[in-house]
């Protein structure tokens, strides 16, 4: 920057500062700018505090919704959701588009104020109809999930189409969902993942890793699992638990990049530890057969269980294995046929197998050979080899009368399951 340049910024400030010191709430708004941005000055978040709190008391709207985004981060100032709140409603009620869309945030959050899905939207309309993006987003993710109205896909895409032509990402990575899935437009890929493009391109790590999955699974475009490895690491990198899962699935099996198992130890606990079931199952697998890690059956149950909690199928199979042969956890085998039977229900084959079994011989539940045989039955026509041969030795042990009422069973289950 030239001297002469400095002077002129020097000079701006030292206006600013006067005026701001005569009372004048725009010069305060200004300054308080200068010193939250680090413009002519250096940054101090305490400075900006104090002169965005003199042009606010004053009663300028943009002065007092900066006031409420700086208590709702916590920047100069104790973080206090109340104080933000007050704020926002008092510079939305002089109609600043900013502090609505913020205020609309508040409800749909509960910050400061109880949740309130109607409340937000509220807000989010009278934003979005001042043209702000990010409130017309939102009113597209309320529009297609029904959030505080009912769902309505057309409009969601309206509004969503209205923020994406003004570059907001978020609208623009739901487009290219809408497009994905084909809700309310014909299903596209190519066209979705344009959209994905885009907000990939403005750093959203949701829309990154859909780029990285359009590569591996090759929709719009041609596979590529090196490129795949690329964007999901741009989105990992960010915490996004999907992309870490990802990552860790290619360097189990070497697709995109060499294998690795601790690496994929690493990524399948970062996205377990934000609470991703398929990532808790495949964290207690690796402890289970240590892969990437020393073998610990305990660690591998503790793993299995919370991927369980969460209705996973194959952790609840595996998790009943461990109970029926006390492997990590005491042996239970009521346990392991409560959890046999939650997989079961999801029709996980090997869990419908591994419950005739306990059914068969009356492990942790009364024997009972017609049970034994609906969900052997279930676990063949499923496609379990070992289960068709099994199947052929329980029906030939069974009456006319049993085998009658087994099949009626067995038909009943489809009836009343669509797995």
């Known amino acids: 920057m030239s001297k002469q340049n400095v002077q002129q910024e020097r000079e701006c400030y030292l206006w600013f500062r006067q005026a701001a010191e005569r009372g004048n ?28 709190g003199c042009a606010a008391r004053q009663g300028l709207a943009f002065a007092q919704n900066h006031l409420g985004t700086m208590y709702f981060h916590g920047r100069g100032t104790a973080q206090d ?32 104020v109880a949740q309130s899905d109607e409340l937000a939207l509220a807000w989010f309309s009278r934003s979005a109809e001042q043209g702000v993006p990010g409130a017309q987003a939102m009113m597209g993710v309320h529009y297609a999930r029904g959030l505080g109205c009912a769902a309505n896909i057309a409009l969601a895409l309206a509004w969503f189409r209205k923020a994406a032509a003004q570059g907001d990402a978020l609208a623009q990575l739901n487009l290219g969902l809408l497009h ?39 929709r719009g475009i041609k596979s590529d699992q090196e490129r795949a490895f690329t964007w999901f690491s741009l989105a990992a990198q960010y915490g996004d638990a999907d992309a870490q899962y990802s990552l860790g699935s290619m360097y189990v099996h070497g697709r995109g990049v060499g294998r690795d198992p601790q690496r994929a130890l690493e990524y399948f606990r970062q996205a377990a530890e934000k609470g991703a079931a398929n990532a808790q199952f495949n964290l207690g697998l690796m402890y289970a057969n240590g892969q990437g890690v020393a073998q610990d059956e305990e660690c591998a149950a503790v793993w299995y269980r919370l991927a369980a909690e969460q209705g996973d199928a194959s952790a609840q199979n595996n998790l009943g294995v461990m109970y029926a042969n006390g492997q990590g956890v005491e042996q239970d085998e009521a346990e392991a046929v409560r959890w046999y039977g939650e997989a079961a229900e999801q029709g996980h084959a090997l869990a419908q197998y591994n419950l005739s079994g306990m059914y068969q011989a009356g492990r942790g539940v009364e024997p ?3 049970r034994s045989y609906m969900w052997i039955s279930l676990a063949a026509d499923a496609g379990d080899a070992a289960a068709c041969n099994s199947r052929a030795l ?26």
Do not use: C
Not at 28 to 45: H, I, M, S, V
Not at 410 to 416: A, G, I, V
């Open 81 to 112: 959701d109340t104080e933000a709140l007050y704020w926002f409603r008092s510079a939305a009620a002089q109609g600043e588009p900013a502090a609505q869309q913020n205020l609309g945030q508040m409800y749909r959050k509960g910050r400061g």
């Open 180 to 218: 994905k899935n084909g809700q309310g437009v014909p299903r596209d890929d190519a066209q979705a993942l344009a959209f994905f493009r885009l907000a990939a391109a403005q750093g959203l790590p949701r829309a990154q890793f859909q780029v990285g999955a359009a590569y591996a699974e090759g």
């Open 394 to 419: 329980i029906e030939g042990k069974l009456s006319a009368e049993e085998l009658g009422s087994a099949r009626a069973l067995t038909r009943h289950w489809r009836e009343t399951h669509r797995v």
């Open 25 to 52: 709430a725009y010069a305060q708004f200004n300054l308080a700018l200068q010193y939250k941005r680090g413009e002519q000055t250096e940054r101090n978040d305490d400075v900006a505090f104090i002169w965005m």
């Open 368 to 370: 009972d050979q017609v």
